[in-house]
């Protein structure tokens, strides 16, 4: 199945994969990278207008990616940039589509599967969406989805975060959960990975910490890693322009 996505500006395609429980609007932050590339932004399966398929399997979203890049006639190599859940879509991506991609940007992610903790963890929060809500589970993650630095100084930031994750329906958030819960260890990927990667985290990180990341870029031969201080896991909303500058730097650098 195709998603929904948005395109703008023209170049080198550079594929933004959203976060849990989020869509491609939290990308809004990164428009002005359509200045130089063809920046485009999809809806995984059931989230904001990205029709909900039988499986939310990290596989499948990301040959459901692929489907939509045929779709907008995308022919060249893309540059990836997949945060948290996206990067999950991206370690597939890698492992499926590898000559497809030019670069890849993982940002608050990890290669790992879930511990039993975590699967269990997961069964718990699908519970909370089915019997409390949406909005209930939304303000639960905001701790953990938020650096401490941005949960006391930067309200507008929680407040978009509110905004775009209350809208998603209780059937997306599910089936991400599960497809999260269910997803393996995609660590040799990165032992493969030709192209030239970029790794990003945030200091105030509390789900993926940075020297977990730092241990993934080391897997990767061209890569490069950098922490992102006053910043927690959704460090795009968080630290929008210390980002963009990242990303241009790794793109002029290393892919252009
Ligand atoms: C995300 O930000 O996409 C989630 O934290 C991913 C996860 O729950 O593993």
């Known amino acids: 199945m ?13 594929v933004f994969l959203h976060a849990f429980p989020l869509d491609r609007r939290m990308w809004a932050p990164q428009e002005s990278l359509s200045r130089h590339y063809r920046r485009i932004a999809v809806d995984f399966p059931g989230f904001n207008e990205s029709r909900l398929t039988s499986t939310s399997s990290m596989e499948s979203m990301a040959r459901a990616v692929m489907k939509t890049l045929d779709g907008l006639a995308v022919r060249e190599k893309a540059v990836f940039v997949g945060l948290s859940m996206g990067g999950y879509v991206l370690m597939q991506l890698a492992r499926i589509f590898p000559d497809r991609i030019r670069a890849a940007a993982f940002v608050s992610t990890r290669s790992g599967a879930d511990t039993p903790e975590g699967k269990q963890k997961r069964l718990e929060n699908i519970e909370i969406v089915q019997k409390q809500g949406v909005k209930v589970f939304v303000e639960r993650q905001i701790p953990a989805l938020l650096g401490e630095t941005t949960q006391k100084e930067r309200p507008a930031v929680i407040e978009q975060f509110r905004k775009i994750a209350m809208a998603q329906p209780a059937n997306a958030i599910v089936g991400a959960l599960r497809g999260m819960a269910e997803r393996g260890d995609t660590s040799t990927v990165l032992d493969g990975l030709q192209c030239p990667a ?4 945030g200091a105030e990180d509390t789900i993926i910490q940075s020297a977990e990341m730092e241990g993934m870029s080391r897997r990767v031969k061209n890569s490069e890693f950098h922490v992102v ?9 968080e630290r929008p322009e210390a980002l963009d500058d990242l990303l241009n730097h790794f793109l002029k650098r290393r892919v252009l």
């Open 229 to 237: 201080e006053k910043a927690g896991h959704l460090l795009n909303l």
């Open 198 to 201: 970029l790794f990003v985290s």
């Open 2 to 14: 195709s998603l929904a996505a948005e395109q703008a500006g023209s170049g080198v395609p550079l």
